[in-house]
Each structure stands twice: as structure tokens, then as C-alpha cells.
């Protein structure tokens, strides 16, 4: 593949870890760093591609010359994602997506009381974006998942790809320390909807992306 291998599609990237809101100070989040996902927007620019980038917030900066949606809860990240899906060659979902949000948001700010020594939090599932996206993708589409997970990594990640009708999954072992989360280095499975696994070498996000990049590049061009 050619470096200019996305000349002329548009990508979507999400990236960063959403936030769900309790009150107007609290929320709950979790370790994502956005690092994966906005090293795909490069690399996916890199390779001649329009990106969009749908972020929640995060402390880095995005490459020039990619539009940012920036975004804070998932519902925001459903939004932002199934407007503008209809318009794009590829999606890739490299978001931490929140599993639960608040049931209900306090409109102030949550105080303690002298007679109750614990908080209950009433949460519900959020909407799962790929799954929603699944159900609208033209067969010209090409969309990416992240599988993070802690146990039973490949069995998972299989059972994601089919069930997101996904094109690939990049797969990572989030209980390791040396890699994934907020670290500069993964190491992640690409599993395609063949069920083809490559393993990618333990290297920088950046490499990494380049990779993935390239392979969705692959996949779009036999669209
Ligand atoms: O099912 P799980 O959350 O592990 O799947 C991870 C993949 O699904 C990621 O690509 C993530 O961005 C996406 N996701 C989503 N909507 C959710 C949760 C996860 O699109 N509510």
C-alpha cells in the first residue's frame, strides 16, 4: 500500500474516555488517555484521508488539519457519531466508551449528610454506539472496534466483532501495565472479519496505528 492509501475517503475517529455526569462538579470516567485514537487520526491523515475527530476531553493535542468534535458524554459521542457516520467511508471507535451513566443528574452539587454514611448511585446502561452504527452501515462502510479487555481477550473480541458487525478489532490486554492505557506503547490483535489475526509487535501508538491504518485501508479498497 501506497502512502496516500486513504486519498480521497473520509475517516471518523473517536478518541478519549466519556464522561458521565453526577452533578455540576462530579462525573464518572475512566483511564483513557485519547492516545490510540488520536494517533489513528494521524496516521489515518497521514495517509491522505479527511478525519474527523470526536473527542472527549483528554490533555492532548490534536494533529493539524483534522476537524475536532469535542465531546463529553455518550450520549454527546452517539450524537456526534450518528450524524455525521452517513457521510463517511470508515469509522474507527477507539473511544472508552462509558457502560453506565447517572439515572438522573443532580441539578446542585451532591452534599454528604450527617445521618447517612454512604451514597447510592443509580446508573443505566449507556447505548452502544457500534451496535447502533451497525444497523445503518451501507456495505461500502468500513468500521473499527477496540476490545479492552482483562481476561479471555481473543474469545471476547471475536464475540465483539460479530456482534458490531465490526470489519476489525484491535484487541488489547488492558491488564498488562506496560502497555495500553495513558502508556505510550500497546500491543494489540487485529482480528478481521475473517476472523485473520495479527499481532502487532509491542511498539508506539503511533506504529501501531499506522498498522491499523493500513489495513483499513486494505479492507475499504475491496469495498
Ligand atoms: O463492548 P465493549 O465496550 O467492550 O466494546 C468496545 C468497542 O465498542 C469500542 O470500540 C468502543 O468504542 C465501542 N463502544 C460503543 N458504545 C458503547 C460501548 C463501547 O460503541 N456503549
Redesign the pocket.
Known sequence: LGQQSLQGKSVIV?AGGTRERLDPVRFLTNDSSGKMGYAVAEAAQQAGATVTLITAPTRLTPPAGVTVVPIQS?SDL?QAVLDRFPQADALV???????FQPLDVADQKIKKSADNDGLILKLRK??????E?AKIKQPHQVTV?????TQNLLA?AQH?LHS?SLDLLAANDVSRTDIGFNSDDNQVTLIDANGEQTQTPKTSKIQIATLLVDQLAKILATK
Open positions: 473517536t455518550t452517539a471507535m477507539a473511544a472508552a466508551v462509558a457502560d449507556t447505548p452502544d454506539i457500534l451496535a452504527v472496534g477496540f476490545a479492552a479487555e471476547n465483539k458490531k
